[in-house]
């Protein structure tokens, strides 16, 4: 898990501390019509840009529980070139909160009505790779999608720091359920 120094050096401003627990809420099938407005808009923002857009994250996957906040990922050429992709992002209403040069180039956005946690990673980016897939088996497999949610039920009951110890404290059932991916995939 990133300490409070990490989580402080990564985060453009203040880091918003959650002192509580999470809520959860059943699938919502608004919430694709929504990821399908979100796409257009950056997709209009970074016209004539070589990039890729997808719905990820928990709200992505029809029947699971998750955060009413939309998580997209976008892939351009290089997350590091922000001066390629920022200032359109900004300009459509997207707002950097992260930046993560050591893991991956990962850049953080956040944007509102609806909520959005925008992913930036570069086009060849592996850890951008892993989360395609790890959506794509949790929409196919019953099984493990069930075990997920009740992980994030169980862990959403604790209090929490940050919201980011919570997605951390679920890298044990995503590492099982990978494992899953290797062998029955």
Wanted: glycine content about 4%.
């Amino acid at each position: 898990m990133p300490t409070d120094e990490y989580l402080q050096a990564v985060t453009i401003g203040t880091v918003e501390k959650l002192n509580g627990s999470i809520t959860l809420y059943p699938y919502d099938p608004a919430w694709p019509e929504q990821f399908q407005r979100e796409q257009a808009k950056i997709a209009t923002a970074l016209s004539g840009k070589r990039i890729t857009i997808e719905h990820v994250g928990s709200t992505s996957v029809p029947g699971l529980c998750a955060k009413p906040i939309l998580d997209i990922l976008l892939l351009v050429e290089d997350a590091a070139a922000e001066e390629h992709y920022l200032p359109a992002l900004e300009q459509a209403g997207y707002l950097l909160c992260i930046r993560e040069p050591d893991w991956y180039q990962h850049r953080l956005l956040k944007g509102k009505n609806p909520q959005v946690n925008l992913h930036v990673f570069s086009a060849d980016c592996e850890e951008a790779q892993r989360m395609l897939a790890f959506r794509d088996w949790l929409r196919t497999h019953a099984a493990d999608r069930e075990c997920y949610a009740a992980a994030k039920q169980k862990l959403a009951q604790r209090r929490w720091t940050y919201v980011q110890n919570y997605a951390d404290a679920k890298t044990e059932v995503i590492a099982e359920i990978f494992c899953h991916m290797q062998t029955d995939g």
